[in-house]
């Protein structure tokens, strides 16, 4: 299969690039950035050094190929998406852009109207885990936020099971810098981010929709900037309507991802990382996910962790592409990670 | 075939032989074989530990 980037130069496209050269049926023909048109793509990626001669091309010398990867800021590919469908016929787009179907949500949560509602319909959200046999059949395919993936996969199977109180639901999510990309602004900083505990988004964060929309349930989400690269961690806080074992609890969880191949449910007895914690997670597709019974207060303590750029991002995005082309749903997205690290 | 009594996952009886101590495959619970015929496991006692903190 051969496919191209869009919007190659930042971080996710970065990782897109490192998953996608050593993908076994990926030849990748393109990568595209109007502000490094002409330079080599190990330039913006020093990781990639000898590992490829590619070079940025301008985003108008885009040619034909199977799949597109867009990984450009939320808002600046919505326009060309139909010319987009019309070089590839496949386009995974990891912005924000077509994640919402409701386009009042959008216009709530982004401050504008979407200039192409028709589409949102026609897209899927690429949360394998969900959607798996939609996104085999989807030709526009929206890549799911980092925050969101971490708290939907938390949350979701205490939803479904029914035993929560849908209207109370608090999602605490702490994110590495990464998450905010190559231009994150002052705030990104070393002088202002190094050391940082920080709440960024006590209220109103974006992701707030999405949650709402893939998990269900009424979503309360605060958002914290941590000394980290890479990584987020959602503890996510449900209450009970009736009480349950920890038994009970393992069963939903199993039932929900026994048989996922990038969910890991960590809840463990003894050890040094008996709930998910993204420090060894990073650079791997995996998103962990655990929980705790909080009798006293009759709460559930939901955790998930991942990586942001890759199950929050480029990994999820290389497997919905592996499922759109019918190869293995792993394939390309094997490195376990680190540890020590 | 029994489950651990923590989380629920199938034991299987396998060579464990009584009084060994094993983990739980899922959850890590250490487990002790308190009976082979018929098989049984129990939690096993444990120390508290402030887990570093």
């Not at chain 1, 808002?75 to 009042?104: Q, T």
């Not at chain 1, 959200?125 to 939609?134: K, T, V």
Request: proline share 6%.
């Amino acid at each position: 299969m051969k496919v191209a980037i869009v919007g190659g130069s930042g971080y996710t496209g970065g990782e897109l690039l490192r998953l996608l050269l050593r993908h076994p049926k990926v030849e990748v023909g393109q990568v595209t950035s109007d502000s490094m048109a002409g330079k080599p793509v190990s330039r913006a990626h020093p990781n990639l050094r000898k590992v490829t001669d590619l070079v940025f091309t301008p985003h108008a010398d885009l040619d034909p190929c199977d799949l597109l990867f867009l990984a450009m800021p939320h808002g600046r590919s919505i326009a060309r998406i139909p010319e987009f469908l019309v070089r590839a016929g496949k386009v995974i787009d990891l912005s924000s852009d077509f994640r919402l179907k409701d386009p009042a949500l959008y216009r709530e949560y982004y401050g504008v109207d979407h200039p192409r509602p028709d589409l949102l319909a026609a897209s899927v959200y690429g949360l394998p885990e969900i959607h798996r046999e939609a996104i085999r059949r989807a030709t526009l395919i929206s890549g799911p936020g980092c925050i969101a993936t971490a708290a939907i996969l938390a949350i979701r199977p205490l939803l479904k099971a029914g035993i929560i109180d849908d209207e109370r639901l608090v999602v605490d999510a702490k994110t590495g810098s990464s998450a905010g990309g190559l231009d994150g602004g002052p705030a990104s900083q070393h002088a202002e981010r190094s050391g940082v505990m920080r709440v960024y988004a006590p209220a109103g964060h974006r992701h707030t929709a999405e949650i709402e929309q893939e998990a269900g349930g009424k979503i309360a989400l605060s958002c914290h900037a941590v000394e980290a690269v890479r990584g987020i961690l959602a503890t996510c806080h449900a209450f009970l309507k009736d009480s349950v074992s920890t038994k009970d609890l393992w069963k939903i969880y199993r039932d929900a991802y026994g048989q996922e191949p990038f969910v890991r449910i960590v809840t463990e007895a003894s050890g040094l990382y008996r709930f998910p914690e993204p420090k060894i997670l990073a650079g791997t597709n995996f998103c962990d996910v655990g929980f705790a019974l909080d009798a006293h207060a009759g709460r559930v303590v939901a955790i998930a962790a991942l990586d942001n750029l890759m199950k929050g991002a480029a990994g999820t995005a290389v497997q919905c592409m592996n499922l759109v082309a019918g190869y293995p749903e792993t394939m390309g997205l094997e490195f376990l990670g680190l540890h020590p690290v | 075939m029994v489950e651990c009594p923590e989380c629920g996952r199938a034991i299987e009886k396998k060579d464990l032989i009584e009084g060994e101590i094993f983990p739980c495959p899922d959850c890590g619970l250490e487990l002790e074989v308190t009976a082979v015929e018929p098989f049984h496991v129990d939690a096993a006692p444990r120390e508290a530990e402030d887990w570093g903190e």
